[in-house]
T-cell receptor, first 106, second 122 residues
């Protein structure tokens, strides 16, 4: 079973600042990794797939990188609408979600 | 407009069964794999099950294997989840999701329904 960890659990960031979220996987998943954003009371939204490809309609301030077991989601300049919980997900062997990182206003 | 609409949730006693349905519109249903994902109250996301466009490949999370069965009817643009031997820990919001990649698994889940609530309690 593939295990996933995300760090930090909570990230406090001021609007306009850069946010860097980490996702680690217990074994290599190549580039078979996605990132999702979920705001309170809303359904998750696909941000990134293939580790670095932005989904349709996702702003360029969101970028993904990494391969194998270590991945990063970067939000270059946080907007008010970006405060949310972010999940990584591997789809190399079935699917597994990480526990999430909450991005909150500092 | 692409839409996924779940139904069939509710309150059920432990050990009983429930069948969830997901009606699809706005895209060619039989071109895409589909999934069920759940979220317990205040918790994170958990993949439950997935099925390829042709129903030839199905996958299940260990937590539901042997109890849940995924199926689809491409003629009716519908996805289903038969849930048997329900447990209190199955209590969650259940989402129907569309696979991003054409035909086969992979590429994330790019469309999500609004979800349906399943509560397992005596």
């Amino acid at each position: 079973e593939i295990m996933m960890t995300q760090s930090p659990p909570t990230l406090s960031v001021s609007p306009g600042e850069r946010a860097t979220l980490s996702c680690r996987v217990s074994q290599s998943v190549s580039s078979n990794l996605a990132w999702y954003q979920q705001k309170p009371g809303q359904v998750p939204r696909l941000l990134i797939f293939g580790a670095s490809s932005r989904a349709t309609g996702i702003p360029v301030r969101f970028s993904g990188s990494g391969s194998g077991t270590e991945f990063t989601l970067t939000i270059s300049s946080l907007q008010s609408e970006d405060f949310a919980v972010y999940y990584c997900q591997q789809y190399h062997i079935w699917w597994t979600f990480g526990p999430g990182t909450k991005v909150e206003i500092k | 407009e692409v839409q996924l609409v779940e139904s069939g949730g509710g309150l059920v006693q432990p050990g009983r069964s429930l069948r969830l349905s997901c009606g699809v519109s706005g895209f060619t249903f039989d071109d895409y794999a589909m999934h069920w994902v759940r979220q317990a109250p205040g918790k994170g996301l958990e993949w439950v099950s997935g099925i390829t466009w042709d129903s030839l490949t199905k996958g299940y999370a260990d937590s539901v294997k042997g109890r849940f069965t995924i199926s689809r009817d491409n003629a009716k643009n519908s996805l289903y989840l038969q849930m048997n031997s329900l447990r209190p820990e199955d209590t969650a919001f259940y989402y129907c999701t569309k696979n991003n990649r054409f035909r086969y698994f992979g590429g994330g889940m790019d469309v999500w329904g609004q979800g349906t609530t399943v509560t397992v309690s005596s």
